[in-house]
T-cell receptor, first 115, second 113 residues
Framework: AAGVIQSPRHLIKEKRETATLKCYPIPRHDTVYWYQQGPGQDPQFLISFYEKMQSDKGSIPDRFSAQQFSDYHSELNMSSLELGDSALYFC??????????????FGPGTRLTVL | AQSVTQLGSHVSVSEGALVLLRCNYSSSVPPYLFWYVQYPNQGLQLLLKYTSAATLVKGINGFEAEFKKSETSFHLTKPSAHMSDAAEYFCAVSHYGNNRLAFGKGNQVVVIP
């Protein structure tokens, strides 16, 4: 079965640079979520989109922005990168058409290292 | 706000022994509860979920969990540990109308031969 695709899988950037992470949800899934997992930490919710509109916002820095496109893929844009942004960034997708319960399926993650 | 608590960051279990990972939740509304497993350098894989139907939930790889409202718990068990169960396990909570997942701190499971 098709899974959530994230690219790139690994990314190395310098401080103050920008980064763009991409997420391709499972086909026919209409909702995308972004989470950040710092070293040895639990994943923290950043932001979500439903039908291309922002549906929820968590602890996402103002330096970060995200959007969902017409084909339902999503991009997380990160500017003025800081050392503390080094983390594993997960994308998850779900389908609200499938029923009431929102079950999120996670991609493999993008490991961002800021030097 | 909803949250989950997982005690004991590292859990060691002998191969063939019972695996028990504890999860307690806090939620002002009926929760949806999930267990995810994360293998090294991989994403989060859904093990099982509770969605207000049966309180005993069976998942993949022989795992199951029981929802106990009176104890606000959703503990994960497996009767007999395999070496392949070595991974990190996260309990998570959400609820209808607020789909973001709130994760516990995770349990790193080590299986001893």
């Amino acid at each position: 079965a098709a899974g959530v695709i994230q690219s790139p899988r690994h990314l190395i950037k310098e401080k103050r640079e920008t980064a763009t992470l991409k997420c391709y949800p499972i086909p026919r899934h209409d909702t995308v979520y972004w989470y950040q997992q710092g070293p040895g930490q639990d994943p923290q919710f950043l932001i979500s989109f439903y039908e291309k509109m922002q549906s929820d916002k968590g602890s996402i820095p103002d330096r970060f922005s995200a959007q969902q496109f017409s084909d339902y893929h999503s991009e997380l844009n990160m500017s003025s990168l800081e050392l503390g942004d080094s983390a594993l960034y997960f994308c998850a997708s779900s389908s609200r058409l499938a029923g009431v319960v929102d079950t999120q399926y996670f991609g493999p993650g993008t490991r961002l290292t800021v030097l | 706000a909803q949250s989950v608590t997982q005690l004991g960051s590292h859990v060691s279990v002998s191969e063939g022994a019972l695996v028990l990972l504890r999860c307690n939740y806090s939620s002002s509304v009926p929760p949806y509860l999930f267990w995810y497993v994360q293998y090294p350098n991989q994403g989060l894989q859904l093990l099982l979920k509770y969605t207000s139907a049966a309180t005993l939930v069976k998942g993949i790889n022989g795992f199951e969990a029981e929802f106990k409202k009176s104890e606000t718990s959703f503990h994960l068990t497996k009767p007999s540990a395999h070496m392949s169960d070595a991974a990190e396990y996260f309990c998570a909570v959400s609820h209808y109308g607020n789909n973001r997942l709130a994760f516990g701190k995770g349990n790193q499971v080590v299986v001893i031969p």
